[in-house]
């Protein structure tokens, strides 16, 4: 199993732009969701997901959207990028029934000029 | 969602024993605490669980008291690999279709020296 992948693995955008990131699990989990981490700080929830369909909003929801069209994929877009949006985008993925075990990507570390 | 409160950082040496003690005062009857481990520019790894008394994996112990208010993670003999930061999260993956998340908190900065 490849586990949790996420691409790209750098990115620097223009204030503005749009850009999609993605996010693939292979292990059928049901419970996925997105992170951010500045610098020197915690994880942020973003958005999750508990199954094909269904997507609620995190903790610093505003600037990102979702969608969750397979259990697989889970992208994060940024309608329009803006400076405080650079950080560290990590995707994570569970079999929530066996507890509180989240599966993490390598993240994508993206930068906003 | 109930808060955590961590040390900011804790220093150690190698082959010594370290405990690292979270607060929790508002847990909810459902929450289970974790513990999650971060390398610099990689996600976080799951490293144990619990609900109540303790738990021990190949890894660590977490102890938690009967009345649920705080726990403490116990690394035994740690290595300079385990400089690393240490997140501690209560909630219920498990009750997900009820709005189960969890939320991290600041972390543990922990520095191992020779």
């Known amino acids: 199993n490849a586990g949790v992948t996420q691409t790209p693995k750098f990115q620097v955008l223009k204030t503005g732009q749009s850009m999609t990131l993605q996010c693939a699990q292979d292990m059928n989990h049901e419970y996925m969701s997105w992170y951010r981490q500045d610098p020197g700080m915690g994880l942020r929830l973003i958005h999750y997901?508990?199954?094909?369909?269904?997507?609620d909003q995190g903790e610093v929801p505003n600037g990102y959207n979702v969608s969750r069209s397979t259990t697989e994929d889970f992208p994060l877009r940024l309608l329009s990028a803006a400076p405080s949006q650079t950080s560290v985008y990590f995707c994570?993925?569970?079999?929530?029934?066996?507890?509180?075990?989240?599966?993490f990507g390598p993240g994508t570390r993206l930068t906003v000029l | 969602l109930a808060k955590t409160t961590q040390p900011i950082s804790m220093d150690s040496y190698e082959g010594q024993e370290v405990n690292i003690t979270c607060s929790h005062n508002?847990?909810?009857?459902?929450?289970?605490i974790t513990w999650y481990q971060q390398f610099p520019s990689q996600g976080p790894r799951f490293i144990i669980q619990g609900y109540k008394t303790k738990v021990t994996n190949e890894v660590a112990s977490l102890f938690i008291p009967a009345d649920r208010k705080s726990s403490t993670l116990s690394l035994p003999r740690v290595s300079l690999s385990d400089t690393a930061v240490y997140y501690c999260?209560?909630?219920?993956?498990?009750?997900?279709?009820?709005?189960?998340?969890?939320?991290f908190g600041q972390g543990t900065e922990l520095s191992v020296k020779p």
């Open positions: 508002n847990i909810a009857t459902n929450d289970y």
């Open positions: 997901s508990v199954g094909a369909g269904i997507t």
């Open positions: 999260l209560v909630g219920d993956l498990m009750i997900y279709n009820q709005g189960g998340k969890l939320i």
């Open positions: 994570a993925s569970s079999y929530p029934r066996d507890g509180n075990e989240q599966f």
